[in-house]
């Protein structure tokens, strides 16, 4: 029985017992049979006639970053929404490097979304359960309970939808090389952090027992971190931390024999962040006994040896006592068979267009980690945005025109003003001067062939949003507050001019601000990349993270007990126990 | 391969290798074939010779209360300390109800052996390995590494050992009941608590999913306690309160279906405590909703239901979310196996004498759950403590000759005091009457015939000590301060005088002195059962839970860590994240 069809089956048998807890009128239309049946969700203890909920029905995927932004700065007084995720808590994951070492505790870095829901004026539901299926064409996707049922068949259920936020984030990528799945540490979820946590701990432990040489308890002492990110780099930086201030007393007569190596395939560390702060980062761990492997690709793990090989040395294994994967994110298969379905089964990450519109199809919007968003080049509406601009249709392009029509170019077109800023243009002129030369002092107007050559190339300015929480949780406060201005924006849009049809696009699109990016390099020192090129690192980088971690906690409890912990910390170390 | 003939196999591979942190010598004596290989433990970076310690080895089994009391109070300077334990934490186990609803968090309650031991002066060594086997007779251990081995062949170790001290534990017991196993939950360790508590927020969230009626939620929601002792008593009201002060407010649409109930088969619950207090708990419970199903056993648990019998009822099955079973104790497959080895093969649990040394083998002791005094009857001895106390040997004891001998008598049979405090005698002219009646007035004399008779039954005063962290404790004092005296008590015995043979004992055996037993009830109100059958209930009793836990923690950071969380509750109320 193929699932759509034993979905099916098990929802007409739900239709037929009665739910007591919800007023949602479930209306399915399955694509197959076109049979509709009629459920009556109501309780049996309510007399009163089913309702029908005139509010519009969000679904939201996901309860990461993307999702919890949205959910609290939804109104949800102005729909019908239902959170359906496997987690029933948020987590804070910058601090997930650090519980892996016990710098905060697993529990004080998560809030339960029941709790931030119930904090919310609206109605909100939660389902503790992971979306199997999206069918975006009759607006339905297929649930499965997380805990497990206690109902015969396993209690799978359908959940419909107006609008569909999709926030499911990514999974680990292994980029199928052997042995990862099955001996790699991943450093994803909360149980991740735990479960490193413990192990180290056991290597620790396996390495102090008797009969064993030195060799035995070098391999068991050998932690290897792969990927050279922010997060394999601050796990990298939190152990060496660890073993240093508190695991060496506990146990001196192994200490001298524990390594950290951290492998990167590229040929530095931090490849994101500014060169002064990478070069800073692999002289400190040098200086600080961690190898940093840099050029060396993993190939194979298998349970006693990682295989690595680079350029300059060739092909070697190496004995380890723990391996922590921490590179690279793959798409979700739920939302690789939503592309499937949409058109998008050529690409590799789900295309949003620039309001995190699910290209392909109506009414779903994916954030965060598990979605790109694809820039509208120039170059794809030139002639567009040339008729846009040329007021007078002369097919000429005055100075004048340009200067007006900028605004709204860059409005849409944001890599324009990204390439200005780039070539340091502080004027339209030099974009003139740049397609026409010296010439355009004497003529400063644009034929669509010089207006082409001026704007040739500015696609280049075209970046991918990087995977981080500041990106996830300022898409999910922009769909939020454009839901919240859904009806206002129907007769006064707010967005820019549409290029190739008329009237305005109804909302702005959604645009990134970079505020900081941290990358914690132990031993109470810290790289900052702040916006403008500033750099920041040091002692007194380090405070700032603090800070700012301890303010973009999602409640006071969570920041209390972050706090707490840090305080516990200085106080009586890491605890060393194997739970 | 037998076990042991492959231990030795290891261990024969393990002497040719060149461990470094061990002096020890290893002198294997095998009895299958009397071969003795000859391992220097010595490091390669040693150059000197290999000494052998001239101090004993003392190797304790268990890191739990009794264990932990031992390791503190023991002066590790005369000894060569090492600990082998699965665990490489102590747990404060009358916490652990705590942890299961999250009054406490699970790390507040451990603490590091390994902090524990820095702390001593003297040598200290542990072992985070299982104990597979006892050899008595060779005074050796068969041990296997609990965090696994990247050593071909597991790499299991054999410790061996002049004093031996067991504090291994208990089992969970079962008593064959089929299902129990593999659908209960237990309460003894750290992580069956985490476990509880993870799985009350899954019975939640899955009462809560869609598609399901009432009948099917409360399923999900009724939760069964199995066993009506001071563990599950405080773990069903710890439950309730959590649901009550918590989980209600955040699943609004259930709460009305939760049930919990508390299976215990005897006619009350907490029979262990005073009546006044069991009155208490079973009306305070049947006020808070609690179900009470005193008089029913368990015969069956399925994954769905649990069959239970009881003589006014018959069998029953009720349906069931969770079930936590904490009822009976049983003894370790370690212990089992030494008992078939030392005579004891036909007790169910294993015996000490009153100075905890195993009876059937040499420099062996128990402590704590895994053992049971076995107190010498004085009926067995009862010529020999006549002769004893008939110092002219006249074949008559006068007044004076049993008063001078009673403090002997109490010292070696306390429920001879015991007796005499029950039946309110003050004086030994009472204990006299009651073999002559009123005749004692007249002739205060006994001869051996009536001497029986005025004690004959003082035997049914001797009372196995219960399982409880108190008793634990304080044998593991007790046993540690034996051991610091070894020396001086060599030449100045301060036991009682020998019965049988002349001179005294060493030691005074080891006598257990109630403090108080505390049963918290829920709604910050807590039982407790004082010494001199005092009772005390209520919310002041509550108080002094809070103290006397806070100050019986194992350190410092502990103590902070607990009221830290205490605190937190009372403020933020407990996490429901299924983490």
């Known amino acids: 029985m193929p699932l759509s069809a034993f979905l099916f089956q098990r929802a007409l048998q739900a239709s037929q017992r009665i739910p007591n807890h919800s007023h949602l009128l479930f209306l399915f239309a399955v694509s197959s ?94 389902w503790d359960a992971e979306c199997l299926k999206i069918d975006p064409f009759n607006k339905k996707i297929y649930c499965n309970p997380c805990a497990g049922s206690n109902v015969e068949g396993g209690g799978e259920f359908i959940v419909d939808y107006d609008y569909l936020v999709i926030a499911v984030g990514a999974r680990v990528n292994t980029f199928n090389i052997p042995g990862v799945l099955e001996h790699c540490h991943f450093l994803k979820e909360i149980e991740d952090a735990r479960d490193i946590r413990k192990n180290v701990m056991h290597c620790f432990e396996r390495a102090s027992l008797p009969n064993l040489n030195d060799e035995e308890r070098q391999k ?21 931390d660890f073993i240093t201030e508190d695991l060496a007393g506990l146990y001196p007569q192994v200490k001298h024999l524990v390594k950290i190596s951290l492998v990167e395939a590229g040929e530095h560390i931090l490849t994101m962040f500014d060169k002064r702060i990478t070069e800073f980062a692999e002289k400190k761990f040098r200086r600080d006994g961690i190898e940093v492997k840099t050029g060396f690709q993993v190939v194979n793990v298998s349970d006693k040896t990682i295989t690595m090989t680079s350029k300059s ?53 994916a954030l965060g980690d598990c979605a790109t968003t694809v820039q509208r080049k120039v170059m794809e509406d030139i002639s567009a945005i040339f008729k846009m601009a040329d007021k007078d249709n002369s097919g000429i392009l005055t100075l004048k025109e340009i200067q007006d029509a900028l605004k709204e170019i860059y409005l849409r077109y944001p890599q324009v003003e990204l390439y200005m800023k780039t070539k340091h243009m502080t004027d339209v002129v030099d974009l003139v001067k740049e397609a026409k030369g010296e010439e355009a002092k004497v003529s400063a107007e644009l034929n669509i062939e010089e207006f082409k050559k001026a704007l040739a190339n500015v696609d280049s300015q075209v970046k991918t949003l990087p995977a981080t929480a500041q990106v996830a949780a300022q898409q999910g406060h922009y ?101």
């Open 479 to 579: 769909l939020a507050q454009c839901f919240n201005k859904m009806k206002e924006t129907e007769d006064r849009p707010e967005g820019p001019i549409r290029i190739r049809e008329s009237g305005r696009h109804r909302f702005k699109p959604f645009r990134y601000k970079h505020f900081a990016q941290f990358a914690p390099l132990g031993g109470e020192q810290t790289a900052a990349q702040l916006p403008g090129d500033w750099i920041s690192i040091g002692h007194s980088t380090q405070w700032l993270w603090y800070s700012v971690y301890a303010s973009k906690q999602v409640s006071w409890r969570s920041r209390m007990l972050v706090i707490m912990d840090w305080l516990k910390r200085f106080i009586y170390g890491r605890d060393s126990s194997c739970i």
């Open 313 to 365: 040395a060739g092909e070697a294994s190496v004995p380890y006592g723990m391996a922590v994967w921490s590179t690279g994110i793959a798409t979700h298969p739920v939302i690789l068979n939503l592309m499937k379905q949409i058109g998008q089964s050529e690409r590799r990450v789900l295309a949003v267009d620039e309001w995190l519109r699910v290209c392909g199809c109506e009414d779903v919007y």
């Open 220 to 240: 068991d002492l050998h932690f290897v971190v792969i990927g050279g990110g922010p997060t394999g780099v601050e796990f990298a930086a939190q152990l060496h």
């Open 33 to 126: 049979g076109g049979f509709v049946t009629y459920a009556d969700a109501k309780s049996e203890n309510d007399p009163k006639l089913p309702q029908v909920s005139t509010k519009k029905r969000i679904v939201v995927l996901g309860t990461g970053w993307a999702g919890i932004s949205f959910l609290k700065n939804l109104n949800a007084y102005l729909y019908d929404v239902q959170v359906v995720s496997p987690r029933n808590y948020f987590t804070f994951t910058p601090l997930l490097p650090s519980v892996t070492c016990g710098m905060v505790e697993a529990r004080s870095i998560v809030e339960p979304i029941r709790r931030i829901i119930r904090k919310k004026k609206g109605e909100v539901t939660f």
